[in-house]
């Protein structure tokens, strides 16, 4: 009964591929979101979906494409990736933008 | 604009020694106030959170009061064990801009 699970947790790809992570949350919020943590922990948002609507786009290169098929599920698709995209991706999930945010255990890419 | 500084790590402590990190804030209005930790290998979890002046936050021994006057949340523990081994974020919640703003995070060691 994981609250927020994403998949795959880890992710070795090289560069050039198109890849997706798909993130689900079974707490019944309406705003969800992905960030990208780096080497050094920084954690920076990428997106943010309230109601399936997109709220928050953080310049982040267009290669970068989120989709919300309903209100549980926020995947992420990332096109031709990049030596720097390897970081860890995380979904979180809260009943409104500035409440408490729930994460999840996040999916370690690795572009070679 | 919105911004938060944490205190910089790594902190190395002893066991039962007394901790505080340090988190101020640049933020319209009040925000609510976050306290997250990450576990190695793990995502984010809230650790405590206050949503108006004056109100503490506690959880696991570890406390932070929202200083209004001098926009601060430092978080404190008495005596701090190896399982508290993380990396700490301090997040407030950015009404206007509808998402949490992440510091650089503190990375916390305790040896035995």
């Known amino acids: 009964d994981t609250a927020v699970s994403q998949t795959p947790k880890y992710l070795v790809t090289q560069m050039g591929n198109d890849k997706s992570i798909k993130c689900e949350q079974n707490l019944g919020h309406d705003t969800m979101y992905w960030y990208k943590q780096d080497s050094k922990k920084f954690l920076k948002i990428m997106f943010s979906y309230n109601n399936k609507e997109l709220i928050i786009n953080e310049t982040v290169p267009n290669r970068f494409s989120p989709k919300s098929p309903d209100k549980a599920h926020l995947n992420l698709h990332i096109n031709s990736l990049e030596l720097g995209d390897s970081a860890v991706y995380f979904c979180?999930?809260?009943?409104?933008?500035?409440?408490?945010?729930?994460f999840g255990p996040g999916t370690r890419l690795l572009v070679l | 604009g919105n911004s938060v500084t944490q205190m910089e790590g790594p902190v190395t402590l002893s066991e039962e020694a007394f901790l505080t990190i340090n988190c101020t804030y640049t933020?319209?209005?009040?925000?609510?106030l976050f306290w997250y930790v990450q576990y190695p290998g793990e995502g984010l979890q809230l650790l405590l959170k206050?949503?108006?002046?004056?109100d503490k936050g506690s959880n696991k021994g570890f406390e932070a009061t929202y200083r209004k006057e001098t926009t601060s949340f430092h978080l404190e523990k008495g005596s701090v064990q190896v399982s508290d081994s993380a990396v700490y974020f301090c997040a407030p919640g950015i009404q206007g801009a509808q998402k949490l703003v992440f510091g650089q995070g503190t990375r916390l060691t305790i040896n035995p």
């Open positions: 206050a949503t108006k002046a004056d």
């Open positions: 933020a319209t209005g009040y925000p609510s």
């Open positions: 979180a999930s809260s009943q409104g933008p500035v409440e408490t945010q729930y």
